[in-house]
């Protein structure tokens, strides 16, 4: 059995949702390529997030961002956003272009998820717990207005929260199965 996708898939959410993991799944499930913005970024860039904040600022950051979401929205049929992509207006349009599903985690488990991380920019503060709370206090309203879906990502095992999405799909009927070789 093989599917047919009517449209992209977009993962948003914040730091430590769970974006790259549960699109390994989807993209397992359901055989299809899926790109992190953030690597699109970064090859657009010819460098690494933090040394593009570091050398050219956020705000070229974001720039490349919205560059790098609008090449994932035309190429691929799965997409895992930065954090961030929902505080700039005119990446809105674009999301909508695709299937928006909010991987909600309190932020308690933004922070226990990203403890070891030392390549986000945004959280390299010395409170970082404070930090993903205002992030996330700015961002949350964001997310969940241009969230066709949300899944809480600390109350589900991954692999159960990537089933959720594509049963809300397929109950949506923007994913269909089909018999192998009619598509
Ligand atoms: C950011 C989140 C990061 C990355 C960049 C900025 C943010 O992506 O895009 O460091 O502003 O929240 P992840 O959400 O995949 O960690």
């Known amino acids: 059995m093989g599917y047919h996708l009517e449209k992209p898939i977009v993962l948003v959410g914040p730091m430590g949702s769970g974006k790259s993991t549960v699109a390994r799944f989807i993209s397992a499930r359901l055989d299809i390529i899926s790109l992190d913005t953030d690597v699109k970024v970064e090859e657009i860039a010819g460098k690494k997030i933090p040394d593009i904040f570091r050398e ?53 488990v933004q922070y226990q998820r990203t403890l070891a991380l030392n390549n986000r920019p945004m959280i390299d503060v010395e409170d970082r717990r404070k930090r993903l709370k205002e992030l ?23 692999k159960e929260c990537a089933d959720m999405i594509i049963n809300e799909l397929l109950e949506k009927h923007i994913l269909r199965e089909i018999a192998d070789g009619t598509d």
């Open 56 to 108: 050219d600022g956020e705000e070229a950051f974001r720039h490349l961002e919205t560059q790098a979401l609008k090449y994932c929205l035309d190429t691929v049929q799965l997409i895992a956003t930065g954090g961030g992509v929902v505080g700039e207006e005119c990446n809105y349009e674009i999301l909508r272009r695709g299937f928006v599903a909010y991987l909600y985690a309190p932020v308690g």
């Open 136 to 158: 996330f206090e700015e961002r949350h309203p964001r997310y969940k207005q241009v969230a066709d879906y949300t899944v809480d990502t600390s109350a589900h095992p991954v």
